[in-house]
């Protein structure tokens, strides 16, 4: 509910930036950068990512209390986009972010995007990025990569949602963009479930990694054709 608080205010300030001219003053003239006004509106993208990723995972094992375990972890990843541009301000993307593997901890999403972007006053390279987005995440732990008093747990797959926001600014290139900001994201993981021994007996476990959040930054490039 935050980021889409904070994706709203956003919109909305820009919005009204745009819209307000003091009294007795006149509009500057619009000028666009030759790439939109070409209309090339297909998008293919890479991008660079690193984030801090948090989660509140809880812990069952059976016959024993639930155990509540804080994690975190740094992770650095690559983001492939295509998308399309509906006009200079509003464009439709497909994100693909793949985090590497850390401490046998890695995840994937996919996810649908709608980008505002309109272009910063008095300026006609540069454009602010506004994002809202959501879709399919992914994740695994390596078997044997999550301890519990000195028992390694199997390996764990979880298939859940994501959703989050971006912002930043968009500088325009001979034949592209360049991208620069930052990104906040909710991560349900959902539950996966595996074992530990406990005195030599197999114990059934779930780890649910449903309270999971990121938040980091992003660099790339955006090739317009």
Same mark, same amino acid.
């Given at each position: 509910?935050?980021?889409?608080?904070?994706?709203?205010?956003?919109?909305?300030?820009?919005?009204?930036? $745009?819209?307000? $001219?003091? =009294?007795?003053?006149?509009? =500057? $003239? #619009? *000028?666009?950068? =030759?790439?939109?006004? %070409?209309?090339? @509106?297909? /998008?293919?993208?890479?991008?660079?990512? &690193?984030?801090?990723?948090?989660?509140?995972?809880?812990? *069952?094992?059976?016959?024993?209390? =639930? $155990?509540?375990?804080?994690?975190?972890?740094?992770? &650095?990843?690559?983001?492939? #986009? #295509?998308? +399309?541009?509906?006009? %200079? @301000?509003?464009?439709?993307?497909?994100?693909?972010?793949?985090?590497?593997?850390?401490?046998?901890? &890695? +995840? %994937?999403?996919?996810? /649908?995007?709608?980008?505002?972007?309109p272009q910063i006053p008095n300026t006609i390279k540069w454009r602010l990025l506004l994002s809202a987005n959501g879709g399919i995440a992914l994740a695994n732990f390596n078997e044997g990569s999550f301890v519990v008093n000195n028992s390694a747990m199997g390996k764990l797959k979880y298939t859940g949602f994501t959703y989050g926001v971006k912002a930043g600014t968009i500088y325009q290139t001979t034949y592209g963009e360049l991208e620069l900001g930052i990104q906040a994201r909710r991560l349900n993981f959902g539950k996966a479930n595996s074992s530990i021994p406990i005195n030599d007996v197999p114990t059934s476990t779930t780890l649910d990694l449903s309270e999971t959040s990121s938040t980091g930054l992003f660099l790339g490039y955006n090739f317009l054709f």
């Open positions: 509910m935050r980021l889409l608080v904070l994706f709203i205010f956003l919109s909305s300030f820009t919005l009204g930036y $745009q819209s307000y $001219q003091p =009294p007795n003053t006149i509009s =500057p $003239q #619009v *000028s666009y950068h =030759p790439l939109y006004e %070409q209309r090339r @509106n297909r /998008l293919l993208g890479i991008y660079g990512v &690193s984030n801090k990723t948090n989660s509140d995972a809880t812990l *069952s094992i059976t016959g024993n209390n =639930p $155990q509540n375990h804080s994690l975190s972890e740094k992770l &650095s990843g690559i983001g492939l #986009v #295509v998308g +399309y541009l509906l006009n %200079q @301000n509003h464009r439709i993307l497909l994100n693909l972010e793949n985090f590497f593997k850390k401490n046998g901890f &890695s +995840y %994937q999403t996919f996810t /649908l995007n709608y980008a505002f972007t």
